[in-house]
Nanobody
Framework: EVKFVESGGGSVQAGGSLRLTCTAS????????MAWYRQAPGNGCELVST???????FYADSVKGRFTISQDNAKNTVYLQMNSLKPDDTAVYHC??????????????WGQGTGVTVSS
C-alpha cells in the first residue's frame, strides 16, 4: 500500500523558511521520480517541483530560486526546502510519486499533506 507521511509545515512570516519532509512507503522509492504539489484555499492543485531518478529537477516559475527539492533514497524521503516564503505560498503541500495519477496529487488518498501558512 502506497503511503506518504508529510511533515514540516507550519506558520511563518514572509521571508521565513521551512523544510518539508515526505517519507514514502509501499513502492521502490529509488525507481521513481518524486514531486511536491500544493493547493491553496479556493485554488486548484499546482505542481511545485519534481526530482527525477537521474537527479534532474523542475521548479514552477513561482518558486524558482527560492525552493529546493532533494531526496534521500536510503530513507525513502523527499524534502522541499522553502526559503524567502511569501503569502502566496500558503497552501497544503502534498508529495507524489511519478507512477501515480497526478490528478489525485492534492487528494488525501495516500497522505494528508502538510499545511504552510505565510503571513505578511
Amino acid at each position: 500500500e502506497v503511503k506518504f507521511v508529510e511533515s514540516g509545515g507550519g506558520s511563518v512570516q514572509a521571508g521565513g523558511s521551512l523544510r518539508l519532509t515526505c517519507t514514502a512507503s509501499g513502492f521502490t522509492f529509488d525507481d521513481q521520480g518524486m514531486a511536491w504539489y500544493r493547493q491553496a484555499p479556493g485554488n486548484g492543485c499546482e505542481l511545485v517541483s519534481t526530482i527525477h531518478k537521474d537527479g534532474s529537477t523542475f521548479y514552477a516559475d513561482s518558486v524558482k530560486g527560492r525552493f529546493t527539492i532533494s531526496q534521500d533514497n536510503a530513507k525513502n524521503t523527499v524534502y522541499l526546502q522553502m526559503n524567502s516564503l511569501k503569502p502566496d505560498d500558503t497552501a497544503v503541500y502534498h508529495c507524489m510519486a511519478g507512477f501515480l495519477p497526478s490528478h489525485y496529487a492534492c487528494s488525501n488518498l495516500w497522505g494528508q499533506g502538510t499545511g504552510v501558512t505565510v503571513s505578511s
